[in-house]
C-alpha cells in the first residue's frame, strides 16, 4: 500500500516531468514573465500591464493581481465559447433520482445567464451590490452566479443544509439587498424546506427587499406580497440579452462564509481576474482536461470546491460540467458508478469521507459498473486516508486511473498541492507536490523554518493569484488571522509532514476547527450554539478521529445549577445544534461534565479535552497547573463511545 506509483504517458499537451519542473522554476525566478503569460488562459477585456504586486509585510501589506486589467467573468465561461460550442453541453444537471437529467448547452446558459441578469438589475442589484443565493444544485444556480458576475454584483453562496440562524447570520453580514432560493431543494429522497428556512431568516434580516424564488419541486410555499417573486415567471419577462459588465481585476467577486478558530464565520472575499486565472488554469493542469470530456465534481456549490470545479474552472475553460442534486448513497451505495456508466463520466473529483462511506458497503456496488469512460479520480478536502487512496485506485479506478490527492482551502480559491497526473509520482495519502507559483515552507512553533525532511505548520511564503483579498467588512481581522502568526508568512492553519522526496502530507487543521467528512466546522461557533440552551452553563468542543466522517464533534458541556445530565437531555442537545447552525454541526458524542478542566486563569485546556476524546486517557500530559485537577478523573470516567 505504501507503493510509489509511476505515471503513464500522457496525451499532447499533458504537462509531463520536465515541463513541471520547467514551470515550476520558471513561477518561482520570475513571476511577472511567468503569470503575464499564464493569464492568457482567460480573455482580458483590457490588457492588464502590472502583474503581481503584492507583500505579506505589515508595512505595505497588499494582494494585487494584473491590477489595471479588465475582464468579466461570465463572457469567459459564456460568451467566448458561443462561436466554437455553442450548442455544446455546458452543464449537465443529474437530479436527487437516476435519470433525472437535464442538458444545458453553452447558448442556453448564456440565455439564461443574461435574462437572470436584467431580472437582478430589475430588482435594483447594481455593481457592487450583494445577492445572497440559497440554493440546491440546478443549472439555474450556476446562472445565478454567472449573472452576478455579468453585472459586477458579488454573490454569497450559503450552503442549502445551514439553518435559517446560520442563515440570516450570513445575510446580515455582507447586507445584501436580494436573495435567490428555491421551494424546496431534494436530497436522497428528502425534501429540504429551503423556503421556509428564508422565511424565517428574513424575520431578523430587515435589508432584504426582494426574494426570486425558484420552482424545483413546485411545493406550495407562502410568498409575501411585494418581496417574493417566482423566478421562473420574472425570466419570462425579460430581455434575453444583457451586456457584460467589464470589471477590473481587483473588484471583488464572491463571498464565501468559512469557518475560523475564532468568532463567527469569516465572509472569504476574492476579487474577479486572479481568482479566474488560477481556477482556469489549475482545472486544465491538475485534471489534465481535454475538449469533449466530462467532468463530475461531486461537491455543492455551497462550499468552495463547488464554486472553483463545479462551475468557474471548467466553464471558463469551456468543459461540460456535471451538477449532481444528489447523495453517493441514494437510491443506493452504486449511485456514483451507475451515473458515471450512464453520463460516461471520464474525470470524478470527491471527497474522502464519501469514499470512505462507500468503501464500507463493499466492493460489490462498485464492480457491479463498467466504469469504463473514467480516466482521472481526483480528492479534496480533507486527508485522504492510504487505505481509502487505495481502494480509489484499485477498486474504483481498476489501478488505470491516476487519482489526485488535491490540497487547498476556501482562502486558496483553488488548487494549491497536487500531482500532476502525468508528471508526478503518486504516494497514496500524499498530495505530493506544489503547483508552480506555489511556495510551500514548514515551521516549527516559533516560526523558524524547517529544511528537508521535517514536520511543522504549513505556510506559503509568497502570494499567487488566486488568493483571497479580504474578510469581508473586517481587513484588519484577515491581518491577523493569516499574516500574524508567522510574520511575513500566510500560515494555512494546517500541519504537515514533507519526506524526502519533497512530498507533502497534510496531516490536518493545527488549530481549532475541524474537519467533519469534509466541511469546516469552528469549535467555537458549536460552542456557541450549545451555551444558547437554557439548561447549558459551558461548552467546550474538539475533534476526534471518525472512521467515515474524518473527524466527529465531541462536545463536554456543563449545566447550570439544579439541572440534571440525561440521555435524553443530550439527545435535546444535539437536536439544538442541528437546528441551530445544521445538520453537518451535529455532535457526534456529548457529554455531560462536572467541570471543564482550566488553568488559573481561567483557559480551558482543550489538549487535554481532545486527549479524552480521543480516548487517549493514558496520556494526559501535565495536568497540575489546572485550577482543579480533579476534574480530568471525572471527565476521563464519564467518556461517552
Ligand atoms: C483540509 C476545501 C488534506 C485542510 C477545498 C484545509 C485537506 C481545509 C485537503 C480547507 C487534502 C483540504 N488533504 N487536507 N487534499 N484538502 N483539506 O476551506 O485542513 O473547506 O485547511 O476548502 O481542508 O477546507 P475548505
Redo the contacts with the bound molecule.
Sequence with gaps: MTETIHPAAGRAGSIDRAEYERQYEAARNDPDGYWREQAGVIDWSRPFTVVKDTSFDQADFRIRWFADGQLNVSANCLDRHLATRGDQAAIVWEGDEPGETRTVTYRELHELTCRFANVLKAHGVAKGDRVTLYLPMVPEAAAAMLACTRIGAIHSIVFGGFSPDSLANRINDCDPRLVVTADEGCRGGKRIPLKANVDSALESCPGVESVLVLRRTGAAVPMVEGRDVWLDEELAMVDGDCPAEPMDAEDPLFILY?SGSTGKPKGVLHTTGGYLVWVAKTFRDVFDWREGELFWCTADIG???GHSYVVYGPLANGATTVMFDGVPSHPDHGRLWETVDRLRVNILYTAPTALRALMREGDGYVTKYDRGSLRLLG??????NPEAWDWYWRVVGDRRCPVV???????TGGIL?SALPHATDLKPGS?TRPLPGVLPQLVDGEGVPLDGAAAGNLCLTDSWPGQMRTVWGDHDRFFQTYFTTYPGKYF???GCRRDTDGYYW?T??VDD?I?VS???MGTAEVESALVLHPKVAEAAVVGFPHEVKGQGIYAFVTLNAGEEWSEALATELKQWVRREIGPIATPDALQGAPGLPKTRSGKIMRRILRKIAEGEVGALGDTSTLADPAVVDALVAGRVG
Design positions: 468559512t462550499w468552495v470546491t480528492t479534496v478536502g480533507e486527508p485522504i490527492d488535491t490540497w487547498w482551502q476556501t482562502e498541492i498530495a494555512t492553519g494546517d497534510i490536518g487543521r476547527v474537519n469534509g466541511h469546516r
